[in-house]
């Protein structure tokens, strides 16, 4: 799975979601914190991927960019 | 990649914080009206640290540039004030773990692994640099030993007993704790130290003197990574040692002409523009950085496609200054000073304005302590006839006598500029 990087990229979006979810009325707050924390971590290891999250997971809507650009330096 | 995360980030901007939406309305735009990279670089208006100092003193701390609240701000650290005030600098918990990370692509590139160890020569307050190298350093998962409280001696039998693998230091202070080490009787390169990493001032990359001498006096490979307190560790060392590479998971940059605003050719000397994807507390788009580069966007020899700096910064827009009719930028006066055989690692260059309205560099540097008196006059003419022949403009030069030049643990200040105020741009004053 390790080198299939768009299947990784699926995983670790389900496990962030999952780890979202977890934390709606969730009252118990060091668990809270915990969750919270996984969250941006995860949200990191999206980043880190290059898969197309938002700015961080308080804006995390994936970018509505259509694509392109003229200057070719829109990829890393 | 880079242009969804610009995408993202304008949007963040325009949605929270009351200075962006300002902007977006002050040309008309909506982020969505941005629609490639080059349009961008030319329509989005450049951004600057004067901008946000007015707005900090106008409203502390942070003023209307911020788009987080107060609350959820992880860190504060400021800048040294040496353009005159302090930038304030907001991270999020986010920010400060993405900038951990920007540390940790240099320290990768030479060798050094999570099983390493650090030493902070470095007394923390509230410098953004090196607290951003600690977050850097935990991300890692390496080991943190703290040089917090400890005088030069002090740092020094801390290294001998703690054993780090890994020494950060602004260059200088490095300099200065080989030194303390010679006159201790501590043989530094027998030490545990693998790796000297720098940050803050010109360092390994952008002046090669330097790096001998670094990695003579430790008997260890000397880094860099090249940062703007207020973005990132931006830049870290290319492994071939020559440059470093803007760090594009986490920027987007282009280079300006200084003058006109225009993109500069590849290879071409501009100044670095840059936004950061790692500030989510207070944005910064399209930035300026007044450091001037000569940037390639393409595969290096390392294996790297980041842009590459060669050289690292040349120097700095808003220093750039005209000596006699000549564009002269101190940093390369630096390189040809650090390069002369018989002057110290301690030395000034002096920037007046003559009564004629001309400004005139000179260069005050110390000797050698092995060299004598009688040598101070020859090795003056011949510093000054390298400099007139690199810049084609005469330099005077003056030697003085060892440990008479100010000594500086964090950021040393060797361009020392006594020119009238009023000759000068605001962020040099």
């Known amino acids: ?5 768009s299947e990784l990229i699926r995983r670790v979006h389900d496990l962030y979601r999952l780890t979202k979810d977890c934390r709606e009325g969730l009252d118990i707050p060091a668990v809270d914190r915990a969750l919270e924390l996984a969250a941006m971590h995860l949200h990191d290891a999206l980043w880190v991927l290059g898969a197309d999250v938002g700015l961080n997971p308080d804006f995390d809507a994936p970018s509505d960019a259509a694509g392109p650009t003229t200057s070719g330096k829109e990829s890393t | 990649m880079q242009w969804q995360r610009l995408r993202s980030l304008l949007r963040y901007a325009n949605e929270r914080s009351p200075f962006y939406r300002d902007l977006f309305r002050r040309i008309g735009a909506e982020p969505g009206d941005f629609r490639t990279l080059d349009q961008f ?7 600057d640290k004067k901008d946000f100092l007015h707005f900090q003193a106008e409203q502390p701390h942070y003023g ?7 609350a959820e701000i992880s860190m504060h650290a400021e800048t040294s004030g040496s353009t005159g005030l302090k930038l304030h600098i907001p991270y999020t918990l986010y920010d400060t773990e993405r900038y951990g990370e920007s540390w940790i692509y240099g320290w990768w590139a030479l060798g050094i692994r999570p099983t390493d160890s650090f030493y902070f020569a470095f007394n923390w307050g509230t410098f953004a640099g090196f607290w951003s190298a600690y977050w ?3 991300r890692l998962g390496a080991t943190v030993y703290s040089g917090g409280g400890q005088s030069t001696s002090g740092h020094i039998e801390q290294i001998i007993r703690l054993k780090p693998t890994v020494v950060l230091a602004t260059p200088t202070y490095a300099v200065r704790l080989a030194e303390e080490a010679v006159k201790m009787g501590v043989d530094l390169p027998s030490s545990a130290v693998r790796f000297t990493y720098h940050a803050g001032e010109p360092g390994p990359t952008a002046l090669p003197a330097l790096r001998r001498q670094l990695e003579e006096a430790w008997g260890a490979v000397a880094g860099e990574t090249l940062g703007v307190a207020e973005l990132d560790a931006m830049a870290p060392n290319c492994p071939l040692g020559r440059g470093v590479h803007m760090n594009e998971l986490n920027c987007f940059s282009w280079s300006c002409d200084p003058v006109d605003d225009v993109e500069v050719a590849e290879g071409e000397v501009g100044e670095n523009v840059v936004t950061s994807f790692v500030q989510n507390a207070q944005p910064l788009i399209n930035y300026r950085t007044h450091d001037l580069v000569r940037a390639y966007h393409r595969l290096c020899d390392c294996g790297r496609t980041w842009r590459y700096f060669d050289g690292s910064v040349l120097g700095r827009s ?3 200054i005209t000596v006699k009719g000549t564009n002269v930028y101190p940093t390369a006066v630096e390189v040809m000073v650090t390069e002369t055989p ?3 690692p301690y030395y000034q260059v002096l920037l007046d304005r003559l009564p004629s309205g001309l400004e005139e560099l000179t260069v005050r540097a110390e000797a050698d302590p092995k060299l004598p008196k009688s040598e101070y006059v020859p090795l003056a003419e011949r510093l000054a006839r390298r400099l007139k022949d690199s810049f084609e403009v005469r330099i005077p030069v003056e030697i003085v006598d060892p440990e008479t030049l100010p000594r500086f643990e964090l950021k040393t200040k060797r361009i020392i500029d006594r020119r009238p105020e009023e000759f000068r741009r605001q962020l040099d004053r």
């Not at chain 2, 209307?64 to 107060?70: K, N, Q």
């Open chain 2, 318 to 320: 808003d220093f750039m």
């Open chain 2, 41 to 47: 670089k030319r329509e989005f208006p450049k951004t």
């Open chain 2, 64 to 70: 209307r540039t911020l788009a987080v609240s107060e």
């Open chain 2, 342 to 344: 018989g002057v110290s």
């Open chain 1, 1 to 5: 799975m390790a080198n299939d990087l």
């Open chain 2, 136 to 138: 850097g350093v935990r």
